[in-house]
């Protein structure tokens, strides 16, 4: 016994748990497998240092990686498709699910602003006027339907329900 607890102090016992692999759910064998490639074809590009050769592994890794691209597109797309309102308790639940897997421009982005704004037939050049403009014109909106919002949601309700019965009758 006293052999086994020197061992135990010499070289422990460690064990290891594989992590779950945080992936999307259309993920399957073969988008992996175009991943595998893709990841090969970029790994033997940047461990290349032969010039010759890497125009003809950087075209190999740009196929590829559109090929992997268009792939996940169509899965991703064939996945939402076979989704429909039930899965998803309610609009929060479904846009903290999908909203990782879609890219959207940053609403602090200030890529695009414009120079000149006509309104009314005024121009507008400063942007912070530009901004109270917009501010005015979309705080003035409002509704002008009868219909409440229980109204509203049945409507909604009927429409995609005969919208997906003609689906599938087709």
Not at 20 to 42: G, H, N, T
Not at 48 to 64: G, R, T, V, Y
Not at 87 to 101: M, Q
Not at 107 to 130: A, C, Q, V
Request: contains cysteine.
């Amino acid at each position: 016994m006293k052999f086994l607890e020197c061992i135990n102090l010499i070289a422990r016992l460690i064990s290891f748990t594989e992590r779950p692999k945080d992936i999307a759910s259309w993920f399957d064998e073969e988008l992996e497998e175009k991943m595998r490639v893709r990841d090969y074809f970029y790994h033997k590009l940047y461990n290349l240092n032969a010039s010759l050769e890497s125009s003809d592994i950087l075209s190999k890794f740009k196929q590829h990686k559109a090929e992997f691209q268009a792939l996940k597109r169509e899965k991703q797309k064939e996945y939402f498709k076979s989704k429909n309102i039930y899965d998803f308790k309610n609009n929060k639940l479904f846009w903290d699910f999908y909203s990782p897997f879609i890219n959207i421009k940053s609403s602090k982005s200030n890529e695009f602003t414009p120079n000149t704004f006509f309104h009314d037939e005024r121009e507008y050049d400063d942007p912070e006027e530009i901004g109270k403009v917009f501010n005015t014109f979309f705080t003035s909106l409002s509704s002008t339907s009868l219909s409440s919002d229980k109204d509203c949601d049945d409507y909604i309700d009927k429409t995609f329900a005969k919208l997906k019965r003609e689906k599938k009758s087709n």
